[in-house]
């Protein structure tokens, strides 16, 4: 089976987002008032073949450990959705 | 004749200036291509800087894992003497070889200038012709230097004494003023700094000669163990 896959790579919580801090005080320059706690991550996108959800799963996050996130400043969170066809 | 290998990976761009700088202390120095499975004869490796596989995904994410880095770690391991500077920290880093990671800088600008560093310890490979406290100006040229770790991770640099060059002023955010730090074996050292751009009067300081030259008798150490 073919699996739709999106990681999104975040800095984890406590480490300094200085981009995320930039945006966030720029925003009440720009009329936008009231937002509050903006973090900034990257999000990849690619399709994998696997047996079955759970194995598309545990190769993804083998992936994500091994060398899309860095695990120590960075989580992911993992998307994953069968294709049809 | 001691012989210093440097790494070279697609996007490195400080070899010559490493190799130059080293050749100008009496050392041999040749190229370690990054599709190489061996260091050959080098009585130590430089992982110099530069922008390695472009920085894409993280500064290097991607380096890590060419063939030579394998040998590298396996040198490391032998007690061999490795030095990553700038990009060759952040390749070390995620190689493993050093904990923590170097985030974008506090303040997200590229910083290119000459800051003073205070060496913190004598005892690695990198700092061993050096004095305790001695400053030392040296170019730093990075987007990428502000070191992070666990809390715990950086008590336990502290109290094995492995930080082994702070920023006088920190430019860029670095936990404790870090600039360099070593592993346990305390043979190889990562340090966001050039001193190989500190290396010649031309240049307007010489102060990174010091931690060459103890890169040198380091490798000659090294080159004498191994008989």
């Known amino acids: ?85 | 004749m001691t012989t210093i290998g440097v790494v070279l990976f697609p996007g490195s761009n400080c070899e010559l200036d490493v190799m130059e700088a080293m050749r100008s202390l009496g050392a041999d120095a040749k190229v370690l291509w990054h599709g190489d499975r061996s260091v050959g004869d080098a009585d130590a490796v430089v992982v110099p800087g530069g922008f390695a596989h472009g920085d894409y995904l993280r500064p290097g994410a991607i380096a890590r894992f060419s063939p030579i880095m394998a040998a590298v770690d396996k040198f490391a391991g032998d007690g061999g003497p490795v030095v990553g500077i700038c990009n060759g920290f952040q390749v070390l880093t995620e190689a493993g070889l050093l904990p923590g990671a170097l985030q974008k800088n506090r303040g997200l600008k590229f910083l290119c200038t000459t800051v003073e560093l205070r060496v913190a310890t004598t005892n690695s490979v990198l700092t061993n012709e050096a004095e305790v406290g001695q400053i030392l100006r040296v170019p730093i040229n990075h987007f990428e230097g502000n070191y992070t770790c666990s809390p715990e991770t950086l008590s336990r640099l502290r109290d094995e004494d492995r930080v082994v060059l702070r920023y006088v002023d920190n430019p860029n955010g670095a936990m404790d003023d870090v600039a360099g730090i070593c592993n346990e074996g305390r043979n190889v050292v990562g340090l966001m700094p050039h001193p190989e751009r500190a290396s010649n009067p031309l240049l307007g300081s010489t102060d990174g000669l010091v931690l060459l030259r103890s890169l040198l008798v380091s490798a000659g150490a090294a080159l004498s163990r191994r008989g």
């Open chain 1, 1 to 85: 089976m073919r699996f739709s896959v999106v990681v999104e790579v975040q800095l984890r919580e406590g480490v300094a987002d200085p981009q995320g801090a930039t945006i966030e005080r720029a925003l009440p320059h720009l009329g936008f008032d009231g937002v509050d706690g903006v973090r900034v991550g990257k999000c990849i996108r690619f399709t994998i073949d696997a047996g079955d959800e759970a194995a598309a799963r545990r190769e993804v996050d083998e992936l994500c450990h091994r060398f899309l996130a860095n695990p120590v400043i960075e989580d992911t969170d993992v998307r994953i959705e069968a294709l049809v066809g």
